[in-house]
């Protein structure tokens, strides 16, 4: 299995925040989604600085 690449991990974490706007009815599912794509972005951070380095 490969490593994702930055833009994988926004694309990710774009996709999870495109369903948690479709969550509006269960406040729990959405705060999930959230918080996952917030983890992605956090990858794509990481994985930026890693590849300037």
Known sequence: MSQP????AIVNAA???ERA?????NP???DRFDTLAG???RMAELLSER???
């Open 5 to 8: 690449t930055a833009d994988q």
């Open 15 to 17: 996709r999870l925040l």
């Open 21 to 25: 706007e479709l969550e509006l009815i």
């Open 28 to 30: 729990m599912l959405m």
């Open 39 to 41: 983890s992605w972005l």
């Open 51 to 53: 590849e300037r380095v």
